[in-house]
Nanobody, 116 residues
Framework: QVQLVESGGGLVQPGGSLRLSCAAS????????MNWYRQAPGKQRELVAS???????NYADSVKSRFTISRDNAKNTMYLQMDSLKPEDTAVYYC??????????WGQGTQVTVSS
């Protein structure tokens, strides 16, 4: 069974840090481009960061220089290190990948709240 499970969310003060994890099972993790998305209340889901099978990364402009995406293929796990967090980073964060043409797999999401 193909599954993604996120963890690491929580409440943090502005300027703080969190590290999210996404554990994959049921797939050959290393061959897929993996993505982090987020959805804030009342807003559309947006792509935050991506990492290819070769380790190339891409970031939304809003998180560049603050967030770092990485992966550990031996552990079938992807990470999102989030530093200098802002209230506008508050959202549910999801990991996802395109499994086949027309089918993407999503995790259940983890809540990140940035507030003083």
């Amino acid at each position: 069974q193909v599954q993604l499970v996120e963890s690491g969310g929580g409440l943090v003060q502005p300027g703080g840090s969190l590290r999210l994890s996404c554990a994959a099972s049921g797939i050959i993790f290393s061959i897929y481009t993996m993505n982090w998305y987020r959805q804030a209340p009342g807003k559309q889901r947006e792509l935050v960061a991506s990492i290819t099978s070769g380790g190339s990364t891409n970031y939304a402009d809003s998180v560049k220089s603050r967030f770092t995406i990485s992966r550990d293929n031996a552990k079938n796990t992807m990470y999102l290190q989030m530093d200098s967090l802002k209230p506008e980073d508050t959202a549910v964060y999801y990991c996802s990948f395109r499994f086949t043409v027309g089918r993407s797999v999503w995790g259940q999401g983890t809540q990140v709240t940035v507030s003083s």
